[in-house]
């Protein structure tokens, strides 16, 4: 009997192993999902979307980052900047940070973030702003020499201005030198709002999202776990959910209790978790019978960290898969919503665009349906791209030896 | 007299299933000593496995159910606490390792990771401290370099390495009772020896007991103190280990041991035991063993009160006690039970609990170990 236990051989993985990168599985995933040409470019994308979304105010803006005037230096922009504006700067630093605490696990990156934004947030909300907005003002101060030096945001109109220093009638222009998308039929610079209808477009799919597959995990999981009846019982519940149409939904919502982005993206997740669930519990029920999940319980792991920290890490694949979709038809949805003109009216959004492209009588702006249609395209078509690559790099039969 | 660890005591696991109730456990009594290593020994499907997920209530219910008996560890009997307080005793009273090392950890943390969660779990320390903890149990199973190893990931390791961890993760929480199902079958020989040596090791250090759940005798005559031998849902014979080699009792073990290759035995082929396991739902009436069993075969050649029976599509005579009546697990001689009415013995005994508080003399191979190690660095 070889009885080296005392003095065991050092044990070495194999040689090919060792100088290999050490990846976890979902790691690899990631790899293998954005290695596809499809799905880098679709990130790609997102990427310039997400710039846009967290950046906007700093990218459109009809107030001067510097302005000199009478000989003092004036911050106009840094003054008119909004407390979700902050929010959405301090959200993108601390996903940063997240992103750069690599040895740490996703939990820790997750408690990162969500305290990040626990603590900012109510110092964002401090922040005042001038109550009264004139988007005119430095241009009529420049026209008339009193500016003598400025530097101008990249594209130097807000959203919401409607030119009222330029007389002239209040019509849709088509692009020329000054707007380089054209103008709404507000007299609105398209391509500002544009950029600020990024975070609609980001905000609205990530957290209808986002509260799809919480309730899809939590619902699916225990189904999947526990079978049997619970899990016949939540299937009639995934049943009727899948029953009721989300946009007629919304659009009753919206009738009944007005335009509020938070009760859009609420009842977008709370209709398209059905999809999330029914993948989750099919995991699950592959994953109960699993010697790990048997080796969790005799343990004595509680019920919550069998579930979420053993099972679910396992089993989220194909629901992140269809969340990338899930995000496109939020986006989708939001869009339709403005388009039938049920949608926001205070914010810049791309769908609220293509409604003004069909303006009075037979007219027909084009530029308002060609980019915000293209962008809302490119969108969605960029998340399908990641979806779908995604699908893939999961699949071991298609994945790719390396 | 000692009061035993665990008394498993008549006990009767059924699943529910379309076709009935279906029992792969019936009228079980073990009783495990602090300190000792008791083997189940059976072929697959005899509930074995049932038995030991039995004492951490692992199967689920439905479709199982006790139907009967009691398991008493440490004075509180495991089928009357409820989900909650089972969990105080898994992993911290009770801790068992599986058969498949390869997907028995999750392959989505690191071997750290799923040993501290154990240990903050049952132990009450957090961090740094829990961090040590894991890192010592994997220095007690021998794993080289513990603290590289415990930020490794399960698909690094190779699957020896794996059941050491399964073993490190249960021990770090210093269990009284250690079950391990099969623990040995997934490995090859070597690592199997290395396993078991390692699993005598920690016994001898910690003095826990160990339920050994096996069908390779040769691992039995290894490690066992005492051997309960499992046919078809039943314990059919119980012994201590020398006891049992040297005087199998019941024709199931005595077939069973003819069925092991010899060395240096010239017989052209192994002997094995005729006919199939029977399924658990159809078993057969009286004694269950009485289809295949060569001895009533033998003894019906000369009796007047046999009957003829078919089994696997074959004709032959039985004695009728055995077909008629099913047998108790009598204490046929001193410490020595076996559940056969064909034994002399059999008649004038009484179907008691099987106890036996042994230890068996542990053999110093200090010498062998260092020629071993000698020779090897020769080898080198």
């Known amino acids: ?402 | 007299m000692r009061q035993p660890l665990l008394e498993i005591q008549n006990l009767n696991v059924g699943f529910e299933t379309n076709r009935g109730l279906v029992q792969p456990v019936r009228d079980v009594s073990i009783n495990v000593y602090p300190g000792q290593t008791m083997a189940i020994v059976g072929e697959s499907g005899c509930g074995k496995s049932v038995t030991a997920m039995s004492i951490l209530q692992l199967l689920p219910t439905p479709p199982a159910q006790y139907l009967g008996g009691k398991i008493v560890f440490d004075g509180r009997d495991l089928l009357k606490l409820n989900e909650r307080q089972m969990r105080g005793v898994r992993g911290k009273d009770i801790a068992m390792i599986f058969q498949e090392p390869m997907t028995s950890l999750n392959p989505v943390y690191t071997i750290g990771d799923q040993i501290m969660e154990a240990v903050t779990l049952h132990q009450n320390v957090r961090g740094k401290q829990a961090w040590e903890i894991a890192e010592q149990s994997l220095r007690e199973v021998g794993i080289a370099d513990p603290k590289r190893r415990l930020e490794s990931y399960p698909h690094e390791l190779s699957g020896g390495m794996r059941q050491r961890v399964m073993i490190a993760m249960a021990l770090s929480c210093k269990p009284k009772l250690l079950i391990a199902d099969e623990p040995t079958t997934a490995l090859d020989v070597t690592i199997q020896a290395q396993i078991l040596e390692l699993l005598r090791k920690l016994q001898a250090e910690t003095g826990m007991a160990i339920i050994l759940i096996t069908h390779d005798l040769g691992v039995v005559a290894e490690n066992a103190d005492v051997v309960s031998v499992m046919y078809a849902s039943r314990i059919v014979e119980c012994a201590t280990v020398e006891e049992l080699f040297d005087h199998p009792r019941h024709p199931y073990t005595e077939a069973l041991f003819k069925s092991v290759p010899q060395l240096g035995n010239d017989s052209h082929r192994l002997a094995t035991i005729s006919g199939s396991v029977p399924n658990p739902a159809k078993f057969p009436p009286g004694c269950k063993f009485h289809t295949r069993c060569p001895r009533t075969r033998e003894l019906a050649q000369k009796s007047g009160d046999a009957v003829e029976i078919v089994s696997d599509g074959e004709r032959f005579k039985v004695l009728h006690a055995c077909v008629a009546d099913e047998p108790a697990t009598n204490e046929v001689t001193r410490n020595h039970w076996a559940a056969c009415h064909q034994l002399p013995e059999y008649a004038g005994s009484q179907p008691t609990i099987p106890r036996l508080d042994y230890k068996r003399q542990v053999v110093t191979t200090t010498t062998d170990l260092q020629s071993t190690l000698r020779s090897q660095e020769f080898g080198k």
Request: include cysteine; glycine fraction near 8%; hydrophobic fraction near 50%.
């Open chain 1, 1 to 402: 009997m070889t009885a080296d236990v005392a003095n065991p051989e050092p044990m070495t993985p194999y040689v090919g192993e060792a100088e290999r990168p050490r990846r976890t599985f979902a790691q690899q995933a990631l790899v293998d999902t954005f290695s596809r040409r499809g799905a880098s470019i679709g990130l790609a994308w997102i990427g310039v979307i997400a710039f846009c979304a967290v950046f906007a105010p700093f990218l459109a803006n009809s107030h001067p980052y510097l302005l000199k005037r009478d000989g003092n230096y004036e911050f106009p922009l840094f003054r008119h900047l909004t407390p979700p504006d902050l929010i959405a700067l301090a959200s993108a630093l601390l996903i940063g940070i997240a992103a750069l605490l690599r040895r740490r696990s996703a939990m820790v990156r997750l408690i990162v973030i969500a305290g990040g934004l626990a603590i900012l947030s109510p110092l964002a909300m401090l922040k005042s702003t001038p109550e009264a907005v004139g988007y005119s003002v430095y241009r009529e101060d420049e026209a008339a020499g009193l500016v003598s030096s400025v530097i101008r945001a990249p594209v130097p109109y807000s959203p919401s201005d409607r030119l009222r220093d330029i007389s002239g009638r209040a019509e849709s222009r088509p692009p020329s030198a000054q707007h380089w998308m054209g103008t709404t039929p507000n007299r609105e610079d398209v391509f500002g709002r544009m950029i600020h209808a990024c975070r609609i477009a980001i905000l609205i799919g990530f957290i209808s999202t986002g509260i799809a597959v919480v309730i899809g995990c939590i619902i699916g999981g225990l189904m999947g776990y526990f079978a049997g009846w619970v899990d016949i019982a939540g299937m009639r519940v995934i049943e009727i959910f899948e029953a009721i149409p989300t946009l007629f939904l919304l659009i009753t919502f919206v009738a009944f209790y007005g335009r509020d982005l938070y009760m859009m993206m609420a009842i977008i997740g709370a209709t398209t978790w059905p999809s999330d669930a029914r993948f989750i519990r099919a995991q699950f029920l592959q994953l109960r019978k699993q010697d790990f999940v048997l080796a969790a319980i005799a343990a004595g792991l509680p019920l919550r960290s069998i579930l979420f920290r053993h099972m679910l890490p396992n089993g989220i694949a194909p629901v992140l898969v269809t969340a990338s979709f899930g995000v496109a038809s939020a986006i989708l949805a939001e869009a339709t919503l403005s388009f039938l003109g049920l949608g926001l009216i205070d914010k810049a959004s791309w769908g609220l665009m293509l409604n003004q492209a069909r303006g009075v009588g037979t007219s027909f702006s084009w530029w308002l349906a060609v980019f915000p249609g293209g962008a809302i395209f490119l969108t969605v078509f960029a998340y399908n791209l990641i979806g779908e690559a995604f699908r893939d790099a999961l699949d071991p039969k298609l994945r790719k030896r390396d």
